[in-house]
């Protein structure tokens, strides 16, 4: 029986659907094709705004009560704060959520899903699933094939992260930092932190009691438990660069085993989600702007490690608005619909 015979239920809300990952993510919806019977932008704040998605704007309305009442899946395109406020609203209506921030991330009965990896996650049918943080989305991708290979050891990795993934303000403070560097030193954030223009900072998120930012543990505890790995070792450094969009990250592991670099590309090379660019000696190799707009986490870069026996070093570069945060949902929402589609078939 076709697909469309089986009328079933494809009504969404995104939640935060004014921001940039709430843009992001009605983009990606259109481009691929998701099958919607409604569509529902919703905001903290509609203030009379709309969104322009499969052709059409969209009155954006404020998150209520009522919002979620028919609703079948729901992208919270939020912060962890509004994600703990209407989460449970949503999920008491009926519809499954799937979460951008890091609100439910840790809960042992919350999958954090990235499909190509661990779809299997969503056996159960979960109601409420957790997205990945955006670095930590990219790196598990190209580690997966490997680690199955060969058994994974130990990580340690160093993030560049792009303005981007703090938000639409913080690129606003990097467009003025931008023409302010011009004609003199870049001015400090309006919040009173480092400029973003023109330098590194090796800060994202708060300082936890260990020396480490939030950022770097939330690399450290996802990639434990999207690997399935509880105990493996990790260390992470995340750094903010003044590049608009585009996550990179300089990966080291070490394996049970050797692995080579023609055996790590050939792994990548057949395994989902994954664009290899390694040919330094032509200047290819993984760049933000590479990434940029793509769905694709581009790897490259590979060598053997000079410290360790079994070690591997890698570049990985994605967008971190798409398959950073968007891309890496709808995959997850359409992983949902194709379920229920395949119970509505067994049902007829």
């Given at each position: 029986m076709p697909r469309e015979a089986l009328h079933v239920s494809r009504r969404i809300a995104v939640l935060g659907a004014t921001g940039l990952a709430g843009r992001t993510t009605l983009r990606v919806l259109e481009e691929r094709r998701f099958p919607l019977d409604e569509l529902r932008p919703l905001a903290s704040e509609a203030g009379g705004r709309t969104v322009t998605a499969f052709g059409r704007e969209w009155p954006v309305s404020a998150v209520g009560e009522r919002s979620f009442d028919g609703v079948?899946?729901?992208?919270?395109?939020?912060?962890?704060?509004?994600?703990?406020?209407?989460?449970?609203?949503?999920?008491?209506?009926?519809?499954?959520?799937?979460?951008?921030?890091?609100?439910?991330?840790?809960?042992?009965?919350?999958?954090?899903?990235?499909?190509?990896?661990?779809?299997?996650?969503?056996?159960?049918?979960?109601?409420?699933?957790?997205?990945?943080?955006?670095?930590?989305?990219?790196?598990?991708?190209?580690?997966?094939?490997?680690?199955?290979?060969?058994?994974?050891?130990?990580?340690?990795?160093?993030?560049?992260?792009?303005?981007?993934?703090?938000?639409?303000?913080?690129?606003?403070?990097?467009?003025?930092?931008?023409?302010?560097?011009?004609?003199?030193?870049?001015p400090?954030?309006?919040?009173?932190?480092?400029?973003?223009?023109?330098?590194?900072?090796?800060?994202?998120?708060?300082?936890?009691?260990?020396?480490?930012?939030?950022?770097?543990?939330?690399?450290?505890?996802?990639?434990?438990?999207?690997?399935?790995?509880?105990d493996l070792p990790v260390a992470a450094t995340a750094a903010r660069v003044p590049v608009r969009v585009g996550h990179c990250a300089h990966v080291s592991a070490v394996f049970e085993r050797p692995m080579s670099p023609d055996e790590a590309r050939?792994?990548?090379?057949?395994?989902?989600?994954?664009?290899?660019?390694?040919?330094?000696?032509?200047?290819?190799?993984?760049?933000?702007?590479?990434?940029?707009?793509?769905?694709?986490?581009?790897?490259?870069?590979a060598r053997v490690s000079l410290v360790h026996p079994h070690g591997l070093l890698f570049f990985v570069a994605s967008d971190n608005l798409r398959k950073g945060a968007a891309t890496n949902a709808v995959q997850i929402a359409q992983a949902i619909d194709e379920l229920a589609v395949r119970v509505a078939r067994r049902a007829r």
């Open positions: 079948d899946i729901a992208l919270f395109a939020s912060a962890n704060a509004i994600s703990e406020q209407w989460a449970p609203v949503a999920r008491a209506a009926g519809a499954t959520v799937i979460d951008y921030s890091s609100a439910f991330r840790y809960h042992d009965d919350v999958p954090l899903v990235v499909p190509e990896v661990n779809a299997h996650a969503l056996a159960g049918d979960p109601t409420l699933i957790a997205n990945p943080n955006c670095s930590t989305i990219a790196i598990v991708v190209a580690l997966a094939p490997l680690a199955r290979a060969a058994g994974l050891q130990m990580l340690e990795v160093a993030t560049y992260q792009a303005v981007s993934g703090a938000g639409s303000e913080a690129l606003a403070e990097l467009e003025r930092g931008i023409r302010g560097g011009l004609d003199g030193p870049p400090h954030r309006t919040d009173g932190g480092p400029a973003f223009a023109y330098n590194v900072v090796p800060q994202i998120d708060r300082f936890e009691d260990n020396g480490y930012t939030r950022e770097e543990m939330k690399i450290t505890w996802e990639t434990r438990k999207i690997l399935e790995l509880p050939s792994l990548w090379a057949s395994f989902p989600g994954l664009k290899v660019i390694d040919d330094p000696a032509r200047g290819r190799f993984p760049t933000a702007l590479d990434a940029d707009g793509i769905d694709e986490v581009v790897v490259g870069r």
